[in-house]
């Protein structure tokens, strides 16, 4: 079965600290996503990938950085946290092109104090 | 113009009625159209999406109908059951086009009541 695995589920971290949010996949997929998810916003696209070492920006960038050395492997990275990214974190894969399902992970809810 | 707007926000139904989920977009460049569910606590799942050369797909007690020409689609849940208590999001992409992404509505949270 397809999984999409993001390693913590639940994740406190203070202000100004470097904050690393895995998510591997199995299923040899190209794309990788990101999107955090906030209450009444619906699902906002941070970064996705299209292949290993490439990168887009989505919506919503700012503060945040992404790295794919490997291809079942998406990492986000919060270079300084800040209190207004506490939230909850989606990582999704798909097979390439716009046409193809989106599989997610269960999310990390992220907490910054 | 890369826009999915999803309505209502919110949606309290009877057991054994009809829930109705709207969605409109304007690229006309649009051409791949799921629905994704979402319960608590778990990541959003595909449930059905449909491609604009058919106005209608069913699965189950799940369709999806599609008008082009007012660039709107909608789902709709028939004999709505405790279960279908979710949240739902509808979403829009270019189907055949590499590196893009789905653009997703706000969502609408399904209450179904017994």
């Known amino acids: 079965d397809v999984k999409v695995t993001q390693s913590s589920r639940y994740l406190v971290k203070r202000t100004g600290e470097k904050v690393f949010l895995e998510c591997v996949q199995d299923?040899?997929?190209?794309?990788m996503f990101w999107y955090r998810q906030d209450p009444g916003l619906g699902l906002r696209l941070i970064y996705f990938?299209?292949?290993?070492?490439?990168?887009e920006k989505g919506d919503i960038p700012e503060g945040y950085s992404v790295s794919r050395e490997k291809k079942e492997r998406f990492s986000l990275i919060l270079e300084s946290a800040s209190t207004n990214q506490t939230s909850m974190y989606l990582c999704?894969?798909?097979?390439?092109?716009?046409?193809?399902?989106?599989?997610f992970g269960d999310g990390t809810r992220l907490s910054i104090l | 113009q890369q826009q999915v707007k999803q309505s209502p926000q919110s949606l309290i139904v009877q057991k054994g009625g009809i829930s109705i989920i709207n969605c409109a977009y304007e690229?006309?460049?649009?051409?791949?159209f799921p629905w994704y569910q979402q319960f608590p606590g778990k990541g959003p799942a595909l449930l059905i999406a449909?491609?604009?050369?058919?106005s209608e797909k069913k699965e189950g007690r799940f369709t999806i109908s599609f008008n082009k020409s007012a660039k709107q689609f909608s789902l709709h849940i028939m004999d709505s059951q405790p279960g279908d208590s979710a949240t739902y999001f509808c979403?829009?992409?270019?189907?055949?086009?590499?590196?893009?992404?789905?653009?997703f509505g706000k969502g609408t949270t399904l209450s179904v009541s017994s």
């Open positions: 990938s299209y292949d290993v070492k490439m990168k």
């Open positions: 299923m040899d997929h190209e794309n």
């Open positions: 690229n006309t460049a649009f051409d791949y």
């Open positions: 999704a894969s798909s097979r390439q092109g716009g046409g193809q399902p989106q599989h």
């Open positions: 979403a829009a992409s270019m189907a055949n086009q590499a590196g893009t992404a789905l653009i």
């Open positions: 449909i491609r604009p050369d058919v």
